[in-house]
């Protein structure tokens, strides 16, 4: 088994991406932080449940949110306020 990459904040922080991208590969990436490893690990977001760990919402309360946001969506194209993106701003 290979060794961590062990670095400070400010080593890593000069290429984030790199050692994100190695993460992600694979590799051990540790930052080393008030004299603790803090390792880099990908992690798995599960998109049915992750409104209510990221928010810290109830299921009925996420459910109401989309009711309404799905509502305010139809109404604004009914409308005209809102329209497709055509890729140009």
Known sequence: ??????????EGRQNLGRWLKRALHGEDVGFLMDGRVV????VEVHSEDYVLHEYGVTE????????????????????????????KL
């Open 39 to 42: 390792a880099l690990r990908p």
């Open 60 to 87: 009925k309360q996420a459910e109401k949110a989309l009711k309404t946001v799905k509502a305010e969506i139809k109404k604004a194209r009914a409308t005209g306020a809102m329209k497709p993106f055509s890729g």
């Open 1 to 10: 088994m290979d060794d961590m990459k062990t670095l400070s904040v400010t």
